[in-house]
């Protein structure tokens, strides 16, 4: 008997769901900074699949070297085994960009993963159990990295999670001293990203890499959101000149295929290798097709502007602090969070921009705001047509407000 469900209906049926306020747009392609639906609407993507297609849609360097890597070999054997060219090339790309001291990668399947291995490895160098992680923190919904994070409305449905993980506050200097010699690792976001764009200062970075030193803790940074360009430069924590122990990579690494990344120090990661043997193990991580896309997406990364970026940025953040609805703009490179008077404002917004050819997204658990992160490609003509369609919206729920 044929099936007469529609694809709205099929999507709701037979996918899993992650909330009942799905966006329902059924996609037919995308190509630079648009979606297009099968109903031939297109859509300014200002989301970039949340921090994930920061060199826009189908970039042709990409889908050349997926082609080229379909046409050579799929996976062909469990990570770490088989010289292959597309994980290397990836790896030495990546490590091209980075301080000497992040000179090696593990890759994984995704940002979650990345943490998961980040938290084996702070335990195993160091040989003590005790994690410590920041309110306001999201680090991923494993077991391990929704443990790191501090919204404790999504963690109890599934507690008991990991022991011995504590919290200390964000940009608070005082609360290092709960860092000592029992703490395997420091796991900070070096931009909030749930939280609302929340950077970690300079001062309170510094601070936080000597008490690490002193106390023989692992720094790991997550940059799985903010990383890759995202932040206005190749990676967030340049902004303060401080270099992590560990560094976990996910969303915009594949250039919109799906890969998470641990980076470390050869000496490191190589404690993975013995004592015990195989002490992580991924069978599709360094997949050779994903490696192949991020190779040529860091190429990409490599050619953007990011005075451009920057400028285009602080034109975007300006026009939008000219609407009176807009409380607080917290802008870094092209992560924006745009406070407003409350989460049924910011809901409107986000649908009404969406019916305009527009997509804006939340934030998971600051939902007074809504988050902005288009593509590095954006152009100052589509920066200025996005805050044609936003103040737009603006405007007149300003007005329906005040009748």
């Not at 939280?195 to 970690?200: D, L, P, T």
């Not at 997550?222 to 340049?238: M, S, T, V, Y």
Request: aromatic share 8%.
């Amino acid at each position: 008997m044929k099936n007469t469900l529609s694809s709205t209906e099929k999507f709701k049926q037979f996918q899993g769901q992650t909330s009942p306020f799905p966006f329902l747009i059924e996609v037919d392609y995308a190509k630079g900074n648009y979606i297009y639906d099968k109903q031939g609407k297109s859509y300014l993507d200002m989301i970039a699949g949340v921090a994930v297609n920061n060199i826009g849609h189908n970039h042709p360097e990409v889908v050349k070297a997926l082609k080229g890597q379909i046409d050579r070999h799929l996976h062909v054997m469990v990570y770490g085994e088989f010289i292959q060219d597309a994980p290397l090339e990836m790896a030495e790309q990546l490590t091209a960009i980075l301080p000497d001291s992040l000179n090696s990668v593990y890759a994984v399947n995704s940002g979650t993963e990345a943490n998961e291995a980040a938290i084996k490895l702070a335990k195993r160098v160091t040989e003590r159990r005790e994690i410590i992680s920041c309110y306001g923190a999201y680090h991923g919904s494993t077991n391990g990295s929704l443990s790191l994070s501090s919204k404790e409305i999504k963690k109890k449905p599934f507690e008991p999670l990991l022991p011995e993980v504590n919290f200390i506050r964000h940009n608070v200097i005082e609360d290092l001293e709960l860092i000592t010699d029992k703490t395997a690792g420091v796991f900070i976001e070096t931009i909030q990203g749930d939280a609302g764009v929340r950077q970690a200062s300079t001062e309170y970075l510094t601070a936080l890499r000597k008490r690490c030193d002193k106390t023989g803790t692992q720094l790991i940074f997550d940059e799985i959101q903010c990383g890759l360009g995202r932040a206005g430069k190749n990676f967030a924590f340049e902004h303060a000149g401080i270099v992590p122990d560990i560094l976990t990579l996910g969303k915009a690494l594949g250039g919109g295929m799906p890969i998470g990344a641990l980076v470390s120090s050869k000496d490191k990661l190589d404690l993975f290798s013995h004592d015990p043997i195989l002490g992580h193990i991924t069978t599709f991580g360094g997949h050779p097709v994903v490696c192949a896309a991020a190779a040529a997406g860091l190429k990409v990364l490599s050619e953007i502007d990011y005075d451009e970026v920057n400028r285009i940025g602080q034109f975007i953040e300006d026009e939008l602090l000219k609407q009176k609805l807009v409380k607080e703009v917290r802008r870094i490179g092209f992560m924006f969070a745009i406070d407003m008077e409350n989460a049924e404002i910011v809901n409107e917004i986000v649908m009404k921009c969406m019916e305009r050819g527009l997509i804006s997204f939340w934030f998971l658990s600051h939902p007074e705001s809504f988050r902005l992160s288009p593509p590095l490609t954006l152009s100052f003509e589509e920066a200025e047509k996005a805050i044609e369609i936003i103040l737009e919206v603006m405007s007149m729920l300003n007005y329906e407000a005040n009748r």
